[in-house]
């Protein structure tokens, strides 16, 4: 069971602007623990989108932005694209029992 | 470019132990500090993050599943494996191998590149 809860589902017109929010506690992301970000495209495998809270791998558009505050991290996708369309997964580390990396439940976005 | 690619059976019989090779390519896997990881996804559920290797040898295990998981390292093939003992229908899931980094222990941690993964099905 995921510890690091999220919308099941956001949805949003091409051009639009959605956040998809991970609130998690003060076992974690409330600890000051980082918050990063995958993108996981239908029959593929996630891929690292946001790490450190709000950094961007190479190749990653800026229409993505991260950002987090107290037990709460968020993504924002700017000028939504149908190519968007997919399960977003916030992941998170955990300090609770002897320490472990956690996953949010994760948020499919869909392209109206 | 690091690369990894999964590899093993895609059908485990009940109570047998499942066992999963990554194989690394475009880099070597006992060098720097990466921690060589397996994740989970249940069909249509989320990701369950297994454990790790780190290159020096050391192994760390979600606490849920340490009991039945044991991840080892050949660096002659550059590969890490993956066994899980006891198995039952609720280890059916795509299991995926992931270069993590670059320090578990402070959370600043995260995965990439990741493996394509493979679809292990427990069943009789």
């Known amino acids: 069971q995921s510890v690091l809860t999220q919308p099941p589902s956001v949805s949003g017109a091409p051009g639009q602007r959605v956040t998809i929010s991970c609130t998690g506690s003060?076992?974690?992301?409330?600890?000051?623990?980082?918050v990063h970000w995958y993108q996981q495209l239908p029959g593929t495998a996630p891929k690292l989108l946001i790490y450190?809270?709000?950094n961007r791998p190479s190749g990653v558009p800026d229409r993505f932005s991260g950002s987090k505050s107290g037990t709460s991290a968020s993504l924002a996708i700017t000028g939504l694209q149908a190519e968007d369309e997919a399960d977003y997964y916030c992941?998170?580390?955990?300090?609770?029992?002897?320490?472990?990396?956690?996953f949010g439940t994760g948020t499919k976005v869909t392209v109206l | 470019q690091v690369q990894l690619q999964e590899s093993g059976p895609g059908l485990v019989k009940p109570s047998q132990t499942l066992s999963l090779t990554c194989t690394v390519s475009?880099?070597?896997?006992?060098?720097?500090?990466?921690?060589w990881s397996w994740i989970r996804q249940h069909p249509g559920k989320g990701l369950e993050w297994i454990g790790y290797i780190y290159y020096s040898g050391s192994t760390y295990y979600n606490p849920s599943l340490k009991s039945r998981v044991t991840i080892s390292v050949d660096t002659s093939k550059n590969q890490f494996s993956l066994k899980l003992s006891s198995v039952t229908a609720a280890d059916t899931a795509v299991y995926y191998c992931?270069?993590?980094?670059?320090?578990?222990?402070?959370?600043?941690?995260?995965?990439?590149?990741w493996g394509q993964g493979t679809l292990v099905t427990v069943s009789s």
């Open positions: 475009g880099g070597s896997i006992s060098s720097g500090g990466y921690y």
């Open positions: 992941q998170s580390y955990d300090s609770s029992l002897s320490g472990s990396c956690v």
């Open positions: 003060s076992s974690n992301i409330g600890a000051g623990y980082d």
């Open positions: 992931a270069r993590g980094g670059p320090d578990f222990w402070s959370g600043f941690f995260w995965f990439d590149p």
């Open positions: 450190g809270n709000s």
